[in-house]
């Protein structure tokens, strides 16, 4: 999707070990989101982020870190992975708070499984 | 917990027939937006309406919505194949409420050719 890139796409890895997962924008919005994709539920959010530095708990945040050094990068880390945590993954970008005129711009996702 | 719940789950229409997925949701929105997703892509934003708008077009969208009943219509006109998708409504909640969009489950719409 233009202007926001989402890595890896897919990965494995073990309960208990930490994943980070990136999502890289170029379009220079100040918001940005991380969302899970499960069956039956929808999308949730994960955290978001308002600026550099700043960061908020969304609904399903537990198990769940970010971080944002920079405006063009979104962090999400899985400090110990566990097998309810696999799902896919989006991050989102927006150019003011809830979309706006224009709404969210997604990225591809990334397909992680626990195992 | 989610906001918007579509209605139908799923939909399959033969190529050509209009499709109307439907939205309901439970608190006070400043707008709605619907938005589509092919398989294994993200969302893709198709459609915004204000909470003080009541019908809105675009090229073969037209959503409707009903704030006294909590409702929003999304109806694709003379559907194609490239329209086989899931649908997601997702609302904006005014009044200080979830400080992200709230997405519903989706409808999945398969156009038959």
């Known amino acids: 999707d233009a202007g926001i890139t989402q890595s890896p796409r897919h990965k494995v890895t073990e309960t208990g070990t930490p994943v980070t997962l990136r999502c890289h924008q170029t379009?220079?919005?100040?918001?940005m989101y991380w969302y899970r994709q499960d069956p039956g539920h929808g999308l949730r959010l994960i955290h978001y982020?308002?600026?550099?530095?700043?960061?908020d708990k969304g609904e399903v945040s537990d198990g769940y870190s970010v971080s944002r050094s920079k405006t063009e990068d979104f962090l999400l880390t899985l400090e110990s992975a566990t097998s309810s945590q696999t799902s896919v993954y989006f991050c989102?970008?927006?150019?003011?708070?809830?979309?706006?005129?224009?709404?969210?711009?997604f990225g591809s996702g990334t397909r992680l499984t626990v195992v | 917990s989610q906001q918007g719940e579509e209605d139908p789950q799923a939909l399959s229409i033969q190529e050509g027939e209009n499709a109307t997925m439907n939205c309901s949701y439970k608190?006070?929105?400043?707008?709605l937006q619907w938005y589509r997703q092919n398989s294994g892509r993200g969302l893709v934003h198709l459609i915004l309406?204000?909470?003080?708008?009541r019908e809105k077009h675009s090229g073969r969208l037209r959503v409707t919505l009903d704030t006294s009943k909590k409702s929003s219509s999304l109806l694709i006109t003379a559907s194609r194949a490239a329209d086989t998708a899931s649908y997601f409504c997702?609302?904006?909640?005014?009044?200080?409420?979830?400080?992200?969009?709230?997405f519903g489950k989706g409808t999945h719409l398969i156009i038959q050719p």
């Open positions: 989102a970008i927006s150019e003011s708070t809830r979309g706006g005129a224009r709404g969210y711009t």
């Open positions: 379009e220079n919005h100040r918001y």
């Open positions: 982020s308002y600026g550099v530095k700043d960061t």
């Open positions: 608190t006070s929105i400043n707008n």
């Open positions: 309406i204000r909470s003080n708008e």
């Open positions: 997702a609302t904006d909640e005014s009044g200080g409420g979830a400080d992200g969009l709230t």
